[in-house]
Structures are given as C-alpha cells and as structure tokens.
RNA sequence: GGGAGAGUGUCCCGAGUGGCAAAGGGGGCGGACUGUAAAUCCGCUGCUUAUGGCUUCGUAGGUUCGAGUCCUACCUCUCCCA
C-alpha cells in the first residue's frame, strides 16, 4: 500500500504512525542510501512521561531498528520559559535543579527503547539547555530573529501582541532554532513530533534553509485517540506513567488488557514490535477471542517499558486474580503499621490503600456497592478492620470494583 | 489607544441576577448486562471527626439578615475599530 524504498518509512507507514511527512520522496531517497539523524523534543516538566509520549518514543526505536540514529531532545532549557501553550497550569516554571531529576526519571525510560551510546548503540540524548542558556540575546537576535519577519508574525496570530504572545512567538523560534542547532552538531536532519507539531517543525525547517542552507525534513505521527473518541492516557484519576514508581507494572498491564475492541489491531501495531503477520493473526480474531489478542497487547506492551519479567509477573497475577478468582500476593501492596492496622475503619483503610480518595468517596462507594474487603462487599461504612480481618496469608484484601485491587499488609 | 463581551463546582463544557452546595451535559468512578470490551440502563461525581461543621462561582474590598447574583477597584481572556 506504501510506495516508500526504505525501511524506515516502510515500517512507518505499515505501522501508523505517520500523520503528514514533508518532501517524502526526498527523504525517502536520504533514508535508503545512508543513516539519518533524526529527533524528537520531548518536555521535561514532569519526572516521568506518560502514555501519550509513547508513540514518539516508538518511532525512534523503529528508527533505530531500521538503522539510523535517533536523538531525545529533552527541553531544559525551553522548561525554563514554562509552556505558554498549555492554560495557566501547566505554564509554572521549575528550577534547574528539579528540571535535573525530571530529566534523570525520563532517561530511565527511554534507556528501556533505546540503545544509547555506551550500552552499545548510537542513541543520543541531547538538552536544549546545552545551547539555550548561553545564548547570548543580542547575538541571537542578529543571527536567528532576523529570519521571523515582521509579515511571518503576524500570520501567526492576532494583530495586538501582548506579552504573552511575544513569549509564544519567542518559545517557537527557540524550538526552530533548537533543529538547525541539531543539524549544525549533529547532522541530524528530520524532526519527527505529533501532528499539532507540525507548524513548529516547518519553522525549523525554513531557519535551516535561510541559516545554513540545509535540507531538513518533518514528519509527524497522528494524533492517537480511542475509539470512543478519548485522548489516551490521561484519565481522571491520573495520567498513566511510565515509571514504575507512579504506575506499576500491574496497573500498566491492566490499562491495555482493557483496551477497546476496535483498538486492538492499532494498538498493537503502534506500540509492540510484534511482526505484522502476527498481528493480523491476532486482529482477525472475533468475539470473545479478542482477549487473547488483549492480553498479549498488554504484555508485550508492558515488556517494552518494565522488561519481560514484570510483564510476565502481570500477566500472571491477572490470570490468577480474574480467572481463577485466588488472590495472587503480586497485587499492588500498601503497607501499614501495626498499630494503625489494630483499629482502622473501613473508610480510613481505603484512603490509605489509595483506592479512593477521600472518605467522603469512600463513603459514596459502600452507597453503590463497590467496596469489598476479601472480597465480601461493605455494607457498613462504620466496619472497623481489626486484625481479625487478616486472612491466613496474612494480609488484607480490599477492592473497589471488579478490577482493582490493593493488599493491606501489616509492617 | 477606543468600543463590546466573558471568567461558575481545581477534568472540560455550561445554566444560573438576592435564599445556592448551585440546573444540565461530557468525562470519570461504581452497579446491572457481558468477554476484565463496546453499546445500553441505574447510581454517584466539594471536604469533614457528620441529623452538625467547613470551604467553593477570576482577585480584593463594599452594600445586605443573607451575595455566584448588586456596587467599586484590579487581574486575565475573547471579539470589533485604530
């Protein structure tokens, strides 16, 4: 269905990831005929990336598995700005020092898709802040804002500029000037992002024609939705992480096993290395048999973050939990003093498992019948746990729902 | 610079013009049905030490027994004219 000569748009392509590429054919040519460099910028405000940053992730491990040589732009220095693009929130600025964890957290994760230099691979991680920091404004002025014209603003955006537009415009000529810096150091010459990437990536690529007369090219993935229509990974109760700190191994595991039926097929081939023929084998099931593909959706996608072992371990205990209906002890465990333990009410020990948030909540769940403690239902929001609720393995079990379940686990 | 309008339950949208913990959606969570799916139906969706107490309608003051609602100042956003 592609007409593309190299493996790397092949695989792509087959795979859907790609949105809109410029100048495919050109770069299809660079891309059979030598190793290209490419890159993402990825923002550093958090400690870890969820399951929406996922997708580019995967397209620079395809990149480096069609062999080429992919780079994570992290934004240290562009975090420093804040993001004028997300509503006040998201627009705090952080200090260097926390920008400095948030980095260390998210090269953990991308050491799990990557072969970075040093582990035996040509991965680079590369911080806008090596670049941003020393400019100097005047220089910078001179030699990259004389690029923006006057007309090219303006198409932007809105006659009046406030200051914050100004910080708008500024925070794109950065991320343009973040690409011809890449190219200048390191050859790099595509910018990959998601599709509301697009307009920054071109900027890049016309700085790098009037700058130094560079061929750059962009490609950008699609926005990846459910088939419900909602943004994946973010859900009320919190993003899904990828650090197994804030998410674990089971949690993530779980995400996927429920993913939508219509998903399935996509999912899998955006984010598992499974062979496509393998694939349609599991898509063509039907009816209850999507499970299958299901699960091995989840594993597979588990192994790619937390290793084979933890996907396994998973795997395991949802069988053990929802097939066989025994509690397996890898469910996600709160411990708990002794002393606490001895005389805690119900509402209390679900706050405490994090299960819900509030005791007003929990209050409302016993309502509707979803709190179970050993898989009895709550009836009396007024229950107190006591040690006599210990089962024989030693632990508590409480539910919310069918699906999620912590131990209670005396320190 | 001049003119018009808007900011509501800390997920989003959005009614509300003196009695309000505040209509209605979406989303989310729980229940039923299923296949740990979707669709559908039902319940819930400020906090709490709970027939009570406390905190919420951009921010700060004011009027009033009582303010999301009226008055004043300020902040932010959108649109129109320069």
């Not at 940053?53 to 562009?78: D, E």
């Not at 001179?142 to 809105?158: I, T, Y």
């Not at 200048?184 to 992002?193: D, E, I, P, Y």
């Not at 001895?342 to 509707?368: D, M, P, W, Y």
């Amino acid at each position: 269905m592609t007409a593309y000569k190299s493996d790397f748009l092949n695989v792509l392509a087959e795979r859907g990831f790609i949105h809109q590429v410029s100048e495919p054919d050109a770069l299809d040519q660079i891309a059979r005929s030598k190793t290209i460099t490419a890159y993402i910028g990825f923002d550093c405000t958090a400690a870890s990336l969820h399951i929406g940053s996922l997708l580019p992730i995967m397209m620079l491990h395809w990149l480096q598995r069609t062999g080429h040589q992919p780079i994570a732009l992290m934004g240290g220095g562009t975090t420093r700005v804040g993001d004028p693009s997300g509503k006040d929130e998201s627009r705090r600025i952080l200090t260097d020092e926390m920008i400095g964890e948030n980095l260390k957290g998210i090269r953990a994760i991308f050491d799990k898709f990557l072969k970075f230099e040093g582990a035996g691979g040509n991965a680079l991680m590369a911080n806008n802040a090596d670049w941003l920091n020393s400019l100097n404004y005047i220089d910078f002025l001179r030699d990259v804002g004389r690029h923006f014209s006057v007309n090219r603003m303006l198409s932007f955006d809105s006659v009046k500029m406030r200051l914050e537009r100004q910080q708008e415009l500024s925070f794109m000529i950065l991320q343009a000037y973040d690409f011809v810096e890449l190219n200048k150091r390191t050859g790099c010459v595509l910018q990959m992002g998601g599709s509301d990437q697009w307009g920054n990536i071109v900027s890049g690529i016309d700085l790098g024609r009037r700058m130094s007369n560079a061929q750059l090219f962009a490609l950008t993935a699609p926005l990846i939705t459910t088939s419900s229509g909602a943004k994946m990974g973010k859900t009320a109760a919190g993003a899904v992480w990828l650090n197994a700190d804030l998410v674990s191994p089971y949690d993530y595991w779980q995400y996927w096993r429920n993913t939508e039926d219509g998903d399935v097929a996509r999912f899998l081939k955006l984010f598992t290395v499974l062979p496509l023929d393998e694939i349609g084998r599991l898509a063509a099931l039907q009816g209850s048999e999507i499970n299958e593909a299901k699960k091995v959706l989840a594993t597979e996608a588990t192994a790619m973050v937390h290793g084979r072992a933890a996907a396994d371990a998973a795997a395991d205990t949802s069988r053990r939990t929802f097939e066989e209906g025994t509690h397996a002890e890898n469910l996600p465990t709160v411990e708990i003093s002794g002393a606490e333990l001895a005389n805690i009410g119900v509402l209390t020990a679900f706050v405490r498992a994090g299960l819900v948030s509030s005791t007003g909540e929990a209050r409302r769940q016993i309502k509707g019948g979803g709190l179970k403690v050993n898989d009895a239902t709550v009836t009396d929001e007024k229950m107190v746990l006591t040690a006599a609720a210990l089962t024989a393995d030693g632990i508590i079990k409480l539910s919310l729902g069918k699906k999620r379940h912590v131990l209670l686990k005396p320190a």
